[in-house]
């Protein structure tokens, strides 16, 4: 119980914590002309609408206005030129009721925040903060909320640095609090690291429970597949349509699952697996965030295939595959995981007589159900690769004890019974220990591979 209130009191909104509510925004967009920080993937307008889908995720929130103005350092103290800024400083001053200026870059500083805060009068958010609300707003269970919480401490940190500042300002004085030999700044940065230090713990609990859950799958031999994706691609959908699961409910929103869940399905030989939805990624999705869910994350170095899941609908697909790759290198997976990927091209349904450029991709509708069975074939093929799993066809004495030690020891897929002499013909997946002891205490039975 004291445990459980620990928990509860964690999972509180922060005191420090911004709580945007209901927002009138305007949308900035710095676009870097030349250098090395200009993307050749993408275009300031398909970075700026992929900014609006982000604040369309949130409710009560309201794109006011779109603006794009060029920079060449997006990284100095006011982000843009002096005479562009004073420009935008102009367009933002006549928005009527303004209330936020979403600056669509991944951090900003605590100074830089401040002084735009005090140019434009109205709050300043960048994506680190949007995301982080995004992620606040759809987190469900108690890891994915204390994930979001641990992901808003630097965030908590900075906002600390600008209310200090402040304090300074307006008051001056003595910065001590009530004789204590301890300033404000130095109180609330020990109240945020021990804050932070429980919020590890607990996940670390958590991430213990999970391992057991792992171990015992394991003992289960269900291969796990770890669908993975840029947000919104399809993932859900996907696994909805290969495991038939009524109760899953795809949303078309950025984000909609934090939480890793499993999924069971089976393939053409009829071998269970387990399918993991897990969190979409997002370019400049910020390394904090990245590292927050490295608990949920964790779970995919442990899956026996990945499948990653493209919109190919997209006009930033090939942008959004190397931001997901990139994120799957940083992981530390291991290297069989990475060259065995399946990579899978969804929503071709929206394009007429699609085929893929990328060798060995798969094209499918999960909304539609095109290209399943292949993608099921797939899988099957590279799951019985990576677990050593065999498909086999024996004939057993039906005196004997081997069918019931196959119903114990492997997945028995088919009985063939020949009452005329008192055999049966079985259609197992085995693994190959299992195999191995098989062999050895039937030395005599017959096996087809």
């Known amino acids: 119980e004291e445990d459980e209130a620990a928990l509860e009191e964690l999972l509180a909104p922060s005191p420090l914590a911004p709580g945007p509510g209901a927002q009138r925004v305007a949308i900035v967009h710095p676009a870097v002309k030349w250098g090395p920080q200009k993307s050749p993937l993408t275009t300031a307008e398909l970075q700026i609408a992929e900014a609006v889908a982000l604040v369309d995720t949130l409710q009560n929130w309201t794109v006011l206005d779109k603006i794009i103005i060029p920079t060449k350092n997006p990284n100095k103290k006011f982000v843009f030129g002096k005479g562009n800024f004073q420009v935008l400083t102009e367009k933002i001053k006549k928005l009527p009721h303004v209330t936020a200026v ?3 870059v991944e951090r900003i500083s605590s100074l830089t925040k401040k002084e735009l805060e005090g140019a ?3 709050r300043v958010f960048d994506r680190y903060t949007v995301v982080l609300h995004i992620f606040r707003c759809n987190a469900r269970t108690k890891e994915a909320k204390l994930q979001v919480a641990l992901a808003e401490i630097p965030l908590l940190r900075s906002n600390l640095k600008n209310e200090v500042s402040q304090r300074d300002q307006q008051r001056g004085g003595s910065r001590y609090i009530m004789g204590s030999g301890e300033t404000f700044l130095e109180t609330q940065n020990r109240v945020l690291r021990e804050r932070e230090l429980k919020i590890r713990n607990a996940l670390e609990k958590l991430r213990r429970k999970r391992a057991l859950l792992r171990t015992q799958r394991r003992k289960c031999e269900f291969p796990m597949v770890s669908v993975m994706g840029y947000t ?54 910020p390394h904090n965030l990245v590292e927050s869910f490295s608990a ?15 919109d190919i609908t997209h006009p930033e697909t090939v942008l959004q595959k190397a931001t997901v790759l990139s994120v799957l290198r940083n ?31 798969l094209a499918v509708s999960a909304l539609h159900g095109h290209g399943l069975e292949e993608l099921k074939q797939e899988i099957e093929k590279k799951i019985l690769i990576a677990t050593g799993k065999k498909i086999l066809t024996v004939n057993i004495n039906l005196e004997g004890p081997q069918l019931s030690w196959l119903y114990k020891e ?27 002891r098989y062999k050895s205490l039937f030395p005599n039975s017959q096996i087809f591979m």
């Open 410 to 436: 492997a997945t028995v897929q088919e009985v063939e019974v020949m009452p005329e002499d008192g055999t049966a013909r079985v259609k197992v997946i085995i693994g190959s220990s299992a195999f191995g």
């Open 102 to 104: 979403f600056l669509n």
């Open 232 to 285: 919104n691609c399809g993932k859900t959908t996907l696994i909805k349509a290969l495991t038939g699961e009524a109760g899953l409910q795809p949303r078309d929103q950025l984000f909609a699952t934090l939480d890793i869940t499993a999924h069971a399905g089976s393939l053409p030989s009829h071998m269970e697996v387990i399918y993991v939805d897990t969190i979409g990624f997002l370019t400049d999705l």
């Open 120 to 122: 434009w009068g109205v």
């Open 331 to 361: 992981l530390n997976l291991p290297g069989h995981l990475l060259d065995s990927m399946v990579e899978v091209h969804n929503k071709v349904d929206l394009v007429e007589r699609y085929k893929p450029a990328e060798e060995n991709a």
């Open 296 to 310: 949920t994350l964790e779970e995919v170095a442990y899956s026996d295939l990945i499948v990653h899941v493209r």
